[in-house]
T-cell receptor, first 114, second 111 residues
């Protein structure tokens, strides 16, 4: 599983509260990603990182921010959670070996915003 | 950006029959096409992938075909078994750094 963990695995919060999800990897991968998964939408990219302090937006970045101060950790923050952000959040890494690159996912975080 | 469409959204087959899931992509620069299987409550798991310099790849009961001219690729599962029941996602990438996913196909194999 490419050494990816996510915390917390489940969280229930209230509208308007800040929430931070953590993705941790142990294999020194350069590229890390945050996706959200919703029925009928598949996996949609929120933000991604291509190195420490280097991040960029994905297709559904509004309402989310990220930070990567260390190679192994990629944090996703919802500054003021809304009910539309209720979802399952997956972290992923790209493993690059030679000229091949493969994406692996973390176990997911189920977030419920009441 | 890339746009990946996946069909059908649901698929039911009898055990032992074949299942085919199709995806199209929009960006001719895409050159890597992975397929993921996701069981209920679990993470997506890579099951097979294909790169643009290959037309077909097979791994036991699973195969993927790629038609670059038509910009579509397909997953074929033969001799389906109940444990093949899951949601399957296709994806396309042209940078190796950003992946664009289809909306998923829920496959049910009926014993």
């Amino acid at each position: 599983d490419a050494g990816i963990t996510q915390s917390p695995r489940h969280k229930v919060t209230e509208t308007g509260t800040p929430v931070t999800l953590r993705c941790h990897q142990t294999e020194n991968h350069r590229y890390m990603y945050w996706y959200r998964q919703d029925p009928g939408h598949g996996l949609r990219l929120i933000h991604y990182s291509y190195g420490v302090k280097d991040t960029d937006k994905g297709e559904v970045s509004d309402g989310y921010s990220v930070s990567r101060s260390k190679t192994e950790d990629f944090l996703l923050t919802l500054e003021s959670a809304t009910s539309s952000q209720t979802s399952v959040y997956f972290c992923a890494i790209t493993s690059i070996q030679g000229n091949t690159d493969t994406q692996y996912f973390g176990p997911g975080t189920r977030l419920t915003v009441l | 950006g890339e746009n990946v469409e996946q069909h059908p959204s649901t698929l039911s087959v009898q055990e032992g029959d074949s299942a085919v899931i199709k995806c199209t992509y929009s960006d001719s620069a895409s050159n890597y096409f992975p397929w993921y299987k996701q069981e209920l409550g679990k993470r997506p798991q890579l099951i097979i992938d294909i790169r643009s310099n290959v037309g077909e790849k097979k791994d036991q009961r699973i195969a993927v075909t790629l038609n670059k001219t038509a910009k579509h690729f397909s997953l074929h599962i033969t001799e389906t078994q109940p444990e093949d029941s899951a949601v399957y996602f296709c994806a396309a990438s042209y940078t190796g750094n950003q992946f664009y996913f289809g909306t998923g196909t829920s496959l049910t194999v009926i014993p």
